[in-house]
T-cell receptor
């Protein structure tokens, strides 16, 4: 079946360093979404990418959708302690079925 | 607006017991979802309901049943709980392929 893999599984960075997580699907996706989950919390939507090669920015966060619509990345510039949490991608194949990646847990050391 | 609410927040069951997890949303969303989250596994879709009156299986439906009671409510039932069903369960709602809004989760332990 369809799989969505994320790397790395864990990342520890010093505050102020950059961070990137990558998401790869075994099949072509309709859309891809990114979520953030704080420790002990629930996932919160960050963004959705729809077009091939699309790049979107939210302040220090940059999201990319690959040309083949099978991979995506999230880059955070100059991390802050508030960025701590687990970042998930969710690939959409068809209308309603979301396949979540395994997540990247980010720890930011002050 | 309360968003997505889930009850209970925590539950401990013995193997073989049954229970129903409740979920309600007040955002007038057509679509509702049940996920389970296990360490290192991300979120896995159990069942979803694209609209009132319809339900479909996700990745891991075995051992679960669902009911879309009305547009607001979507419940998840474990008929005979097993230790492998120990997990955190999240309900979510949304409009088709747009952002999903998640509830706070139910932490279930099956002994």
């Amino acid at each position: 079946g369809q799989q969505v893999m994320q790397i790395p599984q864990y990342q520890h960075v010093q505050e102020g360093e950059d961070f990137t997580t990558y998401c790869n699907s075994s099949t072509t996706l309709s859309n891809i979404q990114w979520y953030k989950q704080r420790p002990g919390g629930h996932p919160v939507f960050l963004i959705q990418l729809v077009k091939s090669g699309e790049v979107k920015k939210q302040k220090r966060l940059t999201f990319q959708f690959g040309e083949a619509k099978k991979n995506s990345s999230l880059h955070i510039t100059a991390t802050q302690t508030t960025d701590v949490g687990t970042y998930f991608c969710a690939g959409i194949s068809g209308t309603y079925k979301y396949i979540f990646g395994t997540g990247t847990r980010l720890k930011v050391l002050a | 607006n309360a968003g997505v609410t889930q009850t209970p927040k925590f539950q401990v069951l013995k193997t073989g017991q049954s229970m129903t997890l409740q979920c309600a949303q007040d955002m007038n969303h057509n679509s509702m979802y049940w996920y389970r989250q296990d360490p290192g596994m991300g979120l896995r879709l159990i069942y979803y309901s694209a609209s009132e009156g319809t339900t479909d299986k996700g990745e891991v439906p075995n051992g679960y049943n669902v009911s879309r009671l009305n547009k607001r409510e979507f419940s998840l039932r474990l008929e005979s709980a097993a230790p492998s069903q120990t997990s955190v369960y999240f309900c979510a709602s949304g409009r088709a392929v747009n952002e999903q809004f998640f509830g706070p989760g139910t932490r279930l332990t099956v002994l």
